[in-house]
């Protein structure tokens, strides 16, 4: 396997936003921002992907507030910059390992299910609190286990049903951060404080279960591990089309969502 697990490239910036995003990323991220603390003028965004919290964001903030929204992947900065003109926003490719950002510099971090990304947690994380004031704000979310979102459990089962030799393993690290005390722990040794983790249970809704099967198959990186091992495409998202249209309906599809939400004090 040549390809970057977490490469988002090519078409699946604008596949992942159109497909996936209103339906997955969308409900999340509208909680994420009304946790916003009132008063929060300077945010940085830590993978902002393409945007979707992002807008949420800006609509949380002040008028005189600032966003910096940050992501490693600069294609999915580059759809988010085709949508969102806010003049409030600026735009930056940025690793959460080594924040290119002074001491103490914002308010409030956030950070929509990337995390599970970085390959140094405890290093993200000591870096998102050296960026904040003191009393600043932590806010980021991770996906619960995935038995509990179910949609994207179809997904997997039969990506590993169709290459049961060389299964495509991509879905194990959104999925990688799922126990509540681990995250409470995690976020405790980075040195916040008031710690606390929320599971949040929402309702995924697409307009049809075509529509989603094109953002699941096509609009993640899963996409380049299944061409690799040569997936007959349409019929593979043919057959995920299905899958959810039999358990979740078609004409909407729709499917339960379960994230875990921290919040934390620097």
Not at 25 to 54: H, K, M, N
Not at 187 to 205: P, S
């Amino acid at each position: 396997m040549t390809s970057s697990p977490t490469a988002f490239t090519g078409s699946i910036p604008e596949l992942y936003d159109r497909h996936l995003g209103p339906v997955l990323f969308e409900p999340y991220a509208v909680d994420l921002a009304r946790r916003l603390p009132p008063g929060a003028a300077r945010v940085l965004e830590i993978a902002a992907g393409t945007g979707r919290v992002s807008r949420q964001l800006l609509g949380a903030l002040p008028t005189d507030g600032t966003l910096l929204a940050t992501d490693l992947n600069d294609t999915m900065l580059a759809q988010a910059r085709q949508v969102i003109t806010d003049a409030r926003v600026t735009w930056r490719a940025a690793d959460a390992q080594a924040l290119p950002l002074g001491d103490g510099e914002f308010d409030a971090v956030v950070c929509q299910f990337g995390l599970m990304f970085v390959p140094d947690k405890p290093l993200a994380l000591r870096e998102m609190r050296r960026v904040l004031r003191t009393g600043g704000r932590l806010l980021f979310n991770t996906w619960d286990h995935l038995d509990r979102n179910e949609a994207t459990q179809v997904l997997q089962e039969l990506a590993l049903a169709a290459f049961p030799g060389d299964p495509p393993l991509f879905m194990r690290i959104p999925f990688s951060m799922p126990d509540r005390e681990a995250l409470r722990a995690l976020v405790a040794d980075a040195g916040f404080t008031g710690v606390e983790v929320d599971t949040v249970q929402c309702t995924g809704h697409s307009e049809s279960a075509a529509h989603l099967a094109t953002g699941m198959v096509c609009g993640n990186p899963l996409w380049h591990q299944l061409v690799e091992r040569g997936v007959d495409a349409p019929a593979f998202e043919r057959a995920v089309a299905a899958a959810l249209a039999a358990r979740f309906g078609d004409r909407p599809c729709v499917s339960p969502l379960s994230a875990h939400v921290v919040t934390a004090t620097a």
